[in-house]
């Protein structure tokens, strides 16, 4: 089955931004808990490059750490919040992507989707004007298509890729699908709360915080998130290349 390379690699850019931030906030917090020990973070760095950048960042936003020392802020670890919802869009972002590309080229995919969807668009003539694909993902958004329910992604991933297994799915496993929702629920939390943990979080999440606390997401909590995020596309890239 051919497939464009450039939505995985699009996946990839935006998911190193969500990395990037947690780089520059765990450097802000090293700044903030010690100046003096910002020499030991540089010397963990293997490269000359990696020193005089991570050198010339600092004497740009030192001052900017200042700003950070709020016990609100620093509590919050910001830029960690923002990696979150960089990360859950970016993830989001390549499902919509890759299902649209099959559903658009997959001739027997594409038949079956022109059939339900053929009173609101044709398939055919978006092919041959080239009109632009995130047509196709509002027209799903209307009828009620979550890219961020896991099921019913699983479920469409299913149906796009004419697997007929009861087994199958895009997960590697029940446990990873169970803590990426949780993930993307943070990120809703995020978007939608600034943070501040409600009961319909806690209900959902099983999280242990309480109602009014602002869910302080580790460095090592999100990034074991996003190399898992990066595990489910890997595995769908590898499905998609074995039909």
Aim: with cysteine; proline share 1%; glycine share 2%.
């Amino acid at each position: 089955m051919e497939h464009r390379a450039e939505i995985y690699e699009i996946f990839l850019r935006n998911i190193s931004r969500a990395q990037a931030l947690l780089e520059v906030q765990n450097l802000i917090d090293i700044m903030i808990e010690d100046k003096d020990s910002i020499q030991e973070y540089i010397n963990t760095k293997s490269f000359d490059e990696e020193k005089i950048t991570i050198i010339s960042f600092y004497n740009s936003i030192s001052a900017l750490s200042e700003a950070f020392i709020t016990p609100e802020v620093s509590f919050e670890h910001p830029l960690y919040h923002d990696a979150v919802v960089s990360a859950v869009t970016s993830f989001e972002a390549y499902m919509k992507n890759r299902l649209i590309e099959l559903m658009l080229y997959e001739r027997k995919i594409s038949k079956k989707v022109n059939r339900k969807y053929n009173k609101i668009i044709d398939f055919e003539e978006v092919k041959t004007l080239n009109i632009n694909k995130y047509t196709i993902g509002e027209i799903l958004s209307i009828h009620r298509f979550s890219f961020f329910k896991m099921s019913k992604v699983d479920q469409a991933f299913k149906k796009v890729l004419d697997e007929r297994s009861d087994r199958f799915t895009i997960f590697c496993s029940e446990k990873q699908k169970k803590n990426l929702k949780s993930f993307i629920e943070l990120r809703h939390l995020i978007i939608h709360k600034g943070g501040v943990v409600d009961s319909l979080f806690i209900r959902k999440t099983k999280c242990p915080f309480e109602v009014g606390d602002i869910y302080d997401a580790s460095r090592e909590y999100i990034m074991d998130n996003i190399s898992e995020l990066r595990s489910v596309v890997n595995n769908i890239e590898r499905l998609i290349e074995n039909k």
